[in-house]
């Protein structure tokens, strides 16, 4: 079998997806899209080298990827894009213009399957409509905005999925949830179960060929007796860091705990009342997510709202536990009390309690280390599991 995985953005989740259905003997072929504007997708950045719109040439990708990440993906094709990405008239017919080459290269090359990861506003659309006549599918690793407030170029391409009858593939039971539920509030036709199926993702591999800076590594184990509860990634309100700032302050009245939040936006909270903290506001790159999963204590994600994280599977390859809310992403992932605390309240006292059981049980973390390594080995979370899942949903 012969498929294109076309991923917009989430490579960290793509790439292992690519090589173990390699690693099954189907002929993949992958293809890495950037947008101009932010030319860093994590896996490969290219901001300190932009890159023009198209692809980029062979040599420029294999020196950014690296000896390690080359080999990991030997045994499949990898080729990058660079697209517009513009918004407005200004950049319409740009847009269009590389949406149809990407599609004409696509389509000459007579994939049986093509499996569109995530999407991209007004770009993806294009692409999506562009290559409506092949055997398409459709990965969603969201499905309607956190606020609510969904735009309405990704409206347009959930529509489109039931219009054209696309196979799609959720990440969550929520998401799929949320998916049929806006399907059937605009089409009465009889829904066909076999077009939609929840096939986990697993841990990110990738990160293993990232090197952690030495005088970090050093930091971190000199720095032992304070224990650091981290919180990463972009910085937005409903990821409820201002829950996690006023538990860190219950919990430092009775002992000592240092806060790391790092991450790009716009802070919507302030440390006042902090005894000690570390505030990285900006894009984090792969060897500084590392660094700090190394040397943390835990991961805490307050979030408000959440169908599906990729937190979990950044953190969980270094055997770290996440205290999170009590969302269907994260409880769907994280086992109460087994691979991390789950808690039902959304309020600071709440998260400081489950915070502090697990900042003062050493033997409890371990325990949790242990739990995280056995889960992902075997069984529904294993990437070679979901291989042979993807597949048998391409050939049905």
Same mark, same amino acid.
């Given at each position: 079998?012969?498929?294109?995985?076309?991923?917009?953005? &989430?490579?960290?989740?793509?790439?292992?997806?690519?090589?173990?259905?390699?690693?099954?003997?189907?002929?993949?072929?992958?293809?890495?899209?950037?947008?101009?504007?932010?030319?860093?997708?994590?896996?490969?950045?290219?901001?300190?080298?932009?890159?023009?719109?198209?692809?980029?040439?062979?040599?420029?990708?294999?020196?950014?990827?690296?000896?390690?990440? &080359?080999?990991?993906?030997?045994? #499949?094709?990898? =080729?990058?894009?660079?697209?517009?990405?513009?918004? $407005? =008239?200004?950049?319409?017919?740009?847009?269009?213009?590389?949406?149809?080459?990407?599609?004409?290269? #696509?389509?000459?090359?007579?994939?049986?399957? *093509?499996?569109?990861?995530?999407?991209?506003?007004?770009?993806?659309?294009?692409?999506?409509?562009? #290559?409506?006549?092949?055997?398409?599918?459709?990965?969603?690793?969201?499905?309607?905005?956190?606020?609510?407030?969904?735009?309405?170029?990704?409206?347009?391409?959930?529509?489109?999925?039931?219009?054209?009858?696309?196979?799609?593939?959720?990440?969550?039971?929520?998401?799929?949830?949320?998916?049929?539920?806006?399907?059937?509030?605009?089409?009465?036709?009889?829904?066909?179960?076999?077009?939609?199926?929840?096939?986990?993702?697993?841990?990110?591999?990738?990160?293993?060929?990232?090197?952690?800076?030495?005088?970090?590594?050093?930091?971190?184990?000199?720095?032992?007796?304070?224990?650091?509860?981290?919180?990463? $990634?972009?910085?937005?309100?409903?990821?409820?860091?201002?829950?996690?700032?006023?538990?860190?302050?219950?919990?430092?009245?009775?002992? =000592?705990?240092? #806060?790391?939040?790092?991450?790009?936006?716009?802070?919507?909270?302030?440390?006042?009342?902090?005894?000690?903290?570390?505030?990285?506001?900006?894009?984090?790159?792969?060897?500084?997510? +590392?660094?700090?999963?190394?040397?943390?204590?835990?991961?805490? &994600?307050?979030?408000?709202?959440?169908?599906?994280?990729?937190?979990?599977?950044?953190?969980?390859?270094?055997?770290?536990? *996440?205290?999170?809310?009590?969302?269907?992403?994260?409880?769907?992932?994280?086992?109460?009390?087994?691979? $991390?605390?789950?808690?039902?309240?959304?309020?600071?006292?709440?998260?400081?309690?489950?915070?502090?059981?697990?900042?003062?049980?050493?033997?409890?973390?371990?325990?949790?280390?242990?739990? +995280?390594?056995?889960?992902?080995?075997?069984?529904?979370?294993?990437?070679?599991?979901?291989? =042979?899942?993807?597949?048998?949903?391409?050939?049905?």
């Amino acid at each position: 079998m012969k498929i294109a995985l076309v991923s917009f953005y &989430c490579l960290d989740s793509t790439m292992p997806l690519a090589k173990h259905l390699a690693d099954e003997n189907v002929d993949v072929h992958l293809y890495g899209l950037m947008p101009q504007f932010n030319q860093n997708v994590f896996v490969i950045d290219f901001t300190n080298n932009r890159q023009p719109n198209g692809f980029i040439k062979s040599d420029i990708l294999t020196q950014k990827m690296g000896k390690g990440l &080359c080999n990991y993906l030997s045994v #499949l094709t990898t =080729k990058f894009f660079i697209f517009p990405a513009g918004s $407005g =008239k200004r950049y319409l017919f740009s847009d269009i213009y590389y949406a149809w080459r990407l599609s004409r290269h #696509l389509i000459r090359r007579k994939f049986e399957v *093509i499996h569109l990861i995530h999407t991209s506003g007004r770009f993806s659309l294009m692409v999506m409509y562009l #290559l409506r006549n092949q055997h398409l599918i459709q990965t969603l690793h969201e499905v309607t905005a956190h606020t609510g407030d969904t735009d309405s170029d990704n409206l347009t391409t959930l529509k489109n999925l039931v219009k054209y009858e696309i196979p799609v593939i959720f990440h969550s039971l929520i998401s799929k949830e949320r998916f049929l539920a806006f399907r059937s509030s605009i089409s009465s036709k009889p829904l066909n179960n076999d077009l939609y199926k929840m096939i986990r993702f697993s841990l990110y591999e990738t990160y293993d060929f990232f090197s952690s800076n030495e005088k970090n590594e050093k930091e971190q184990t000199t720095n032992r007796t304070i224990p650091i509860v981290l919180h990463f $990634g972009r910085i937005v309100p409903y990821k409820g860091i201002d829950i996690l700032i006023d538990a860190v302050k219950i919990i430092q009245k009775t002992q =000592k705990v240092h #806060l790391i939040v790092a991450g790009g936006g716009d802070p919507y909270f302030n440390f006042d009342g902090v005894d000690s903290y570390e505030f990285i506001n900006n894009t984090i790159s792969n060897e500084e997510i +590392i660094n700090l999963i190394k040397k943390c204590t835990l991961v805490v &994600c307050p979030y408000r709202s959440a169908s599906q994280s990729g937190i979990p599977m950044t953190v969980f390859p270094f055997q770290k536990p *996440i205290v999170a809310s009590n969302m269907d992403g994260f409880k769907e992932v994280i086992e109460h009390n087994i691979t $991390g605390l789950i808690v039902d309240k959304m309020d600071a006292a709440s998260f400081a309690h489950a915070i502090d059981k697990l900042i003062m049980n050493e033997d409890l973390r371990q325990k949790m280390a242990n739990n +995280i390594k056995n889960k992902f080995v075997k069984g529904e979370f294993s990437w070679e599991n979901i291989a =042979k899942e993807t597949i048998s949903f391409y050939l049905q």
